[in-house]
């Protein structure tokens, strides 16, 4: 679910970059759980 999730997310932020005419070269991802989350 987290990899659909962020290829979905990446594709659409690909899709928003190209229709504006903007490159980039590199993306980052980061997730955390949250601080105060007992799991």
């Given at each position: 679910?987290i990899?659909?999730?962020?290829?979905?997310?990446?594709?659409?932020?690909?899709?928003?970059?190209?229709?504006?005419?903007?490159?980039?070269?590199?993306?980052?991802?980061?997730?955390?759980t949250?601080?105060?989350?007992?799991?």
């Amino acid at each position: 679910p987290i990899k659909e999730a962020v290829a979905t997310y990446m594709m659409r932020a690909s899709e928003k970059l190209r229709a504006q005419g903007s490159v980039c070269k590199k993306i980052r991802v980061s997730i955390r759980t949250g601080m105060f989350n007992p799991d």
